[in-house]
Structures are given as structure tokens and as C-alpha cells.
């Protein structure tokens, strides 16, 4: 069967939920278009009553740490949430300590969502897949689809909220948010994070350290 879905049905499930575009979209293909089941799957993930609580304000969090064995990568990541409450309980230095270690693990990331990516970066990483040679030769409607699906991917491997959870491979970092959300009954955000790698930017021997770190995360 199609997996088509129809922009009505996304809007229809989203105006229902309060769920995001694209996790409207991938609950319809899931559910095979029907609405009932797409709204059970938005509830059962939490997605639907954490988008309404998205717009508050996080004033209140934590800036937690963490070093990878070795001392040789180190995170420091701001969590936020709204009340002081919260910011005190073991789930929230829980969820703190779990993004520390995707950030320590996850050495591509360099902004938590696309909306913080600058412009000049897009046009750059724009501009370099506009000069490959692979697609030099193909017709300019053809190029511009590939280019766009190029700078997607590119743009998701620099954020944060799209990377795969690593402990569990079958969410990513934003949904795992969205479920702590619904788990704390409040609004909860990364705001900023510093990653720091020994040596970074002098001359020395190549280390492998995303392998090394994802290594250490799965046995645990």
C-alpha cells in the first residue's frame, strides 16, 4: 500500500494532537492513513500533549558535565524546565547525564536544532554540493532535488534533536525530550552545550573517539 499521506490529514491530525508536521505525517503512513490509530501513536510517544506545552517558559535547569573514561572528551550541556522543582528531581539529571553522553558520542553536532544553524552555513554546504561532479551532468530540475535532499541529510547530521538516541536506537533525541515532557509535565529544552576534545586543533595522532564513546554507551 501507498504510502502516500494527503497534507489535509496531516493538518487534520495536527489541529487533533498539536503534534509537529512531520510526526503527524510519519503516525498517517504508520497507521496506513487512519486518523483514530495515528492519534493512539501520537499519545502512546507523548508527542501530542508535549507540543502544547513547547511555547513556556524554561527559566529554571541545570548545566551538567560529563567525561568520557580517559578524560579525553568532555561536555558540558544547559538543560532547561520551569520550575525549580524539577530541575531538582533524579529524572531530569538523568535526561541531563543521557544528552551529555549523545553529545560526547556524537561529534558531528554542532547545533541542537536546525533552526540555530546560520545562514552563511546553509549557502556554504550549499554551495559544495552545487560543485560535485556527480551531479554536473544531470538536468537543472534533476540537480536541484538532489541538492535539496543533500543539504537535508547534511543539515540533520549538525543538529542535536535529530540524531538517534543511543540508548534507544528507535527514537531520536527530540522525541526522547518530547516523552521526558510529558513524564515531568513541563516544557523542556537544550539550550546551549560546549563539547571539549583533548588536543583539539594541535597536531597529533589520529583517535577515533565517537567509536570510542559509542563503544563505552552500548556495554553499558
Known amino acids: 500500500m501507498s504510502n ?22 510519519k503516525a498517517l503512513q504508520a497507521s496506513e492513513g487512519k486518523v483514530d490509530l495515528a492519534i ?14 513547547s511555547s513556556r517558559v524554561t527559566t529554571e535547569g541545570l548545566i551538567a558535565s560529563y567525561i568520557h573514561a580517559g578524560s579525553r ?3 558540558l550541556v544547559e538543560l532547561n524546565c520551569e520550575t525549580d522543582f524539577v530541575a531538582r528531581s533524579d529524572d531530569f539529571h538523568d535526561l541531563a547525564h543521557d ?6 558520542a556524537s561529534q558531528s553536532v554542532e547545533y541542537v536544532s536546525m533552526s540555530d544553524i546560520p545562514e552563511r552555513i546553509i549557502l556554504q ?8 561532479d556527480d551531479i554536473a551532468k ?12 543533500r543539504i537535508e541529510k547534511r543539515l540533520k547530521e549538525l543538529c542535536l534533536m535529530d540524531q538517534v538516541f543511543i540508548k534507544d536506537q528507535s527514537i531520536s533525541v527530540e522525541e526522547l525530550i518530547k516523552k521526558k515532557i510529558v513524564l515531568m509535565g513541563e516544557n523542556i529544552k537544550i539550550r ?5 576534545i583533548l588536543g583539539e586543533g594541535l597536531q ?5 573517539f565517537t567509536q570510542e564513546v559509542s563503544k563505552m554507551i552500548y556495554n553499558n
Not at 4 to 25: H, Y
Not at 40 to 53: D, Q, V, W
Request: glycine share 6%; net charge positive.
Open 4 to 25: 502516500e499521506i494527503s497534507v489535509e490529514s496531516i493538518k487534520e491530525l495536527r489541529s487533533k494532537t498539536g503534534a509537529g508536521m512531520m510526526d503527524c505525517k
Open 40 to 53: 493512539e501513536a501520537l499519545r502512546k510517544k507523548g508527542l501530542a500533549s508535549a507540543h502544547k506545552k
Open 73 to 75: 572528551v568532555g561536555v
Open 99 to 104: 544528552i551529555s553522553m549523545q553529545l560526547a
Open 125 to 132: 554546504e550549499t554551495n559544495i554540493e552545487k560543485e560535485k
Open 138 to 149: 544531470k538536468p537543472e530540475e534533476i540537480k536541484k532535488q538532489i541538492i535539496i535532499g
Open 192 to 196: 546551549r552545550f560546549q563539547r571539549f
Open 204 to 208: 597529533r595522532k589520529s583517535d577515533n
